[in-house]
C-alpha cells in the first residue's frame, strides 16, 4: 500500500477552485513534487518544492503545504487540466520514492 | 532540449528475463541521479529504483528487490534496467525519469515516453 494518500477522484466545475490533497507521514519531513498525466502521456512535472511552479504550466497551479498534508490547488480549473495527478516524496525511511495512488480530476 | 528515450520492452514469459534501456540526450548525464518508475495498465505510477549520478548508490522498491538492477553508463549517456524473475505483475509501461535534487526537494522533470514491457505465457 502506498503511504502517501490521495482522494480517487475529484470533480471541479469549469472556472473554479480545486484542492487536490496528498497526506503521509513523510511530508512532514520532505517535500512534494505534483504530476499530472493524461490518457497515453507520460507524467508531466506540475510543481516541486516548496510551490515552485515548472516552466511552461499556468500561474493557476499551486501548491501548498501543512503539517503531514501537501495539496495542489488549481485556481480557475480549466477543461484542458483534466488528468490524473500523482504527488510524489521520499517514503518515511528517506531513501525510498512513493507515489501517491492518483487523483482523477474531471472538470464539470 | 532534454530527451529521455527508452527501449527494450516486449513480452516475456514468466520467469523470464529483460534488460531496459534510456538514451539520454540534452543534458550533461553524469551529472544526473536517474530512476526507473512503472504503471501497470489502468493503475498508478509505482517507483522502481534510483541510481546516483556516478552510480555509487542505488535503492529499490521491495517489489523489486533481488530481481532487478539498475545501472548506468555515463560515457554512452545511458540508463539500464535488468529485469530477471520477471512475474505477471511486472506487466506495466516502463519510464526512465531524470532526478533532479535541490534545497525545494527532489523532482522528476524529464521523462521519457516509456517502454511496455508484458509478461505472460
Known amino acids: 500500500s502506498s503511504e502517501l494518500t490521495q482522494d480517487p477522484a475529484v470533480s471541479v466545475a469549469l472556472g473554479q477552485t480545486v484542492r487536490i490533497t496528498c497526506q503521509g507521514d513523510s511530508l512532514g519531513s520532505h517535500y512534494a513534487s505534483w504530476y499530472q498525466q493524461k490518457p497515453g502521456q507520460a507524467p508531466v512535472l506540475v510543481i516541486y518544492?516548496?510551490?515552485v511552479r515548472t516552466l511552461g504550466i499556468p500561474d493557476r497551479f499551486s501548491g501548498s503545504s501543512s503539517g503531514t498534508t501537501a495539496s495542489l490547488i488549481i485556481t480557475g480549473a480549466q477543461a484542458e487540466d483534466e488528468a490524473d495527478y500523482y504527488c510524489n516524496s521520499r517514503d518515511s525511511s528517506g531513501y525510498h520514492w512513493v507515489f501517491g495512488g492518483g487523483t482523477k480530476l474531471t472538470v464539470l | 532540449q532534454v530527451q529521455l528515450v527508452e527501449s527494450g520492452g516486449g513480452l516475456v514469459k514468466p520467469g523470464g528475463s529483460l534488460r531496459l534501456s534510456c538514451a539520454a540526450s540534452?543534458?550533461?548525464?553524469?551529472?544526473?541521479?536517474m530512476t526507473w518508475i512503472r504503471q501497470a495498465p489502468g493503475k498508478g505510477l509505482e517507483w522502481v529504483s534510483y541510481?546516483?549520478?556516478?552510480?555509487?548508490?542505488?535503492y529499490y522498491a521491495d517489489s523489486v528487490k533481488g530481481r532487478f538492477t539498475i545501472s548506468r553508463d555515463n560515457p554512452k549517456k545511458s540508463l539500464y534496467l535488468q529485469m530477471n524473475s520477471l512475474r505477471a505483475e511486472d506487466t506495466a509501461v516502463y519510464y526512465c525519469?531524470?532526478?533532479?535534487?535541490?534545497?525545494?526537494?527532489?523532482?522528476?522533470?524529464?521523462w521519457g515516453q516509456g517502454t511496455l514491457v508484458t509478461v505472460s505465457s
Open positions: 541510481i546516483s549520478s556516478s552510480g555509487s548508490t542505488i
Open positions: 518544492g516548496k510551490n
Open positions: 540534452g543534458f550533461t548525464f553524469s551529472d544526473y541521479y
Open positions: 525519469a531524470r532526478l533532479s535534487r535541490s534545497a525545494n526537494g527532489d523532482y522528476l522533470q524529464h
